[in-house]
C-alpha cells in the first residue's frame, strides 16, 4: 500500500510540472504573438517595431544619448572606435560591442538577438543585411530640416518606447531655450564663420549643411551665405576666413576626436587669422567636438549645442 502511494504521488508530481511546463510554454508563444507593436515610417521603409524592446542595438550617438537622458537600457553600441566622453560608460564590458560605425560586428549583433537596430547615415548602405537580423530603423538628422527632423526622430523614441510625454516635455524646454538665443542673436550684426578642422586642413560649413543649425535654427548670421552645403563641407583656406574676417568663428575640431595629430588651436590661431575680427576680439570659439561631430541629433546633445552657441553670443 506504501509502494503504491509513493508511485502515485510520483506520478501526480510529473502531470503537475508538466501542466506547468505547458502553461509557460503557452504563454510565451501568446506573448510572443501578441506582443504590441508601432510601425516606423523612416527615411529608408516603414519598418515594424516592437513596443518597449528589451535588447535595443544602437549605432547613431544622438539616439543613444537620447535613451540614455530617458534611462533606456541598451544592449549593444559601436564601441570599436571613439565614443564621446559624456557617454564613456557604454564603453565598458556592460554592453556588447557591435563593432565600428561603418564596419558592423554581423555575428555580434545577430547574437545579441536584438528586438530593434537603430541606425544613421554611415550605416545606410547596410539596411539590408541589418533587417535580416531584427528590425532595423534609420533616425539619423536631415540637416538640411535640422530641426523638424530631430523633433520626428525623439516622437519616434517616444512612440516605440511609451514616453511621448517626457519627450514633449524635453522638446518644449529645448525650443524655449532656442527662442531666447534666436532672439538674443537677432539683436546682434555679428556674422559668423563656422570651420572644421581636421589636422592641416579646413572646411567651411554654411546655411542647411551639417552644423548649418547655427545659422538655420539659432539664427547667428553667416559671414558667407554662398557657401555650398554638404556632409563634408567646403575645402578652404586661411586666406578664405581671412577674406571673410567674421566677427564669430567657431571651430570644430575632428582631429580632437578621432585621433589626429595635431590641435586645432595650433593651426586655427595662425598670422592669416590674427588679421580677422574674431581673433583680434578674442571670438574664436571651439565648440564640443563630441556633441558638434560625433552625436548631434540627441536630446543631450541638442541641450549642449544651444547652450554653447548662447555663450557666445553677446
Request: glycine residues 6%; proline residues 3%; hydrophobic residues 40%.
Amino acid at each position: 500500500m506504501k509502494r503504491f502511494t509513493l508511485t502515485l504521488l510520483l506520478i501526480l508530481l510529473i502531470a503537475f510540472v508538466t501542466a506547468c511546463n505547458s502553461t509557460e510554454e503557452g504563454n510565451d508563444g501568446a506573448n510572443a504573438e501578441d506582443r504590441e507593436t508601432v510601425t516606423v515610417s523612416h527615411e529608408l521603409d516603414e519598418t515594424e517595431v516592437p513596443k518597449n524592446p528589451q535588447n535595443v542595438v544602437v549605432f547613431d550617438f544622438g539616439i543613444l544619448d537620447t535613451l540614455d537622458k530617458l534611462g533606456i537600457e541598451v544592449a549593444g553600441v559601436a564601441q570599436s572606435g571613439t565614443i564621446p566622453s559624456y557617454l564613456d560608460k557604454y564603453a565598458s564590458e556592460d554592453y556588447e560591442n557591435i563593432g565600428s560605425l561603418k564596419e558592423p560586428d554581423f555575428e555580434k549583433i545577430a547574437e545579441i538577438n536584438p528586438d530593434v537596430i537603430i541606425i544613421s547615415a554611415r550605416q545606410a548602405e547596410l539596411y539590408d543585411q541589418l533587417s535580416e537580423i531584427a528590425p532595423t530603423i534609420h533616425l539619423g538628422v536631415d540637416t538640411t530640416r535640422y530641426m523638424d527632423s530631430f523633433k520626428e526622430n525623439m516622437e519616434k523614441v517616444g512612440q516605440i518606447f511609451e514616453k511621448e510625454e517626457e519627450i514633449e516635455a524635453k522638446l518644449a524646454a529645448i525650443d524655449e531655450s532656442i527662442a531666447a538665443l534666436s532672439d538674443k542673436a537677432s539683436e546682434t550684426d555679428e556674422k559668423a564663420l563656422i570651420i572644421l578642422a581636421n589636422d592641416d586642413k579646413i572646411s567651411a560649413y554654411g546655411p542647411s549643411s551639417r552644423f548649418g543649425i547655427i545659422h538655420d535654427v539659432f539664427g547667428v548670421t553667416p559671414a558667407d551665405d554662398s557657401i555650398e552645403a554638404s556632409t563634408h563641407g567646403m575645402n578652404v583656406s586661411f586666406e578664405y576666413v581671412m577674406e571673410q574676417d567674421p566677427d564669430l568663428l567657431y571651430v570644430i575640431d575632428r582631429a580632437a576626436v578621432v585621433g589626429g595629430d595635431s590641435a586645432a588651436k595650433e593651426i586655427v590661431e595662425n598670422e592669416l587669422t590674427k588679421k580677422t575680427k574674431a581673433f583680434q576680439n578674442d571670438k574664436v570659439y571651439y565648440l564640443d567636438p563630441d556633441y558638434w561631430y560625433l552625436s548631434g541629433g540627441g536630446l543631450v546633445s541638442v541641450s549642449e549645442m544651444v547652450q554653447q552657441i548662447e555663450e557666445t553670443i553677446q
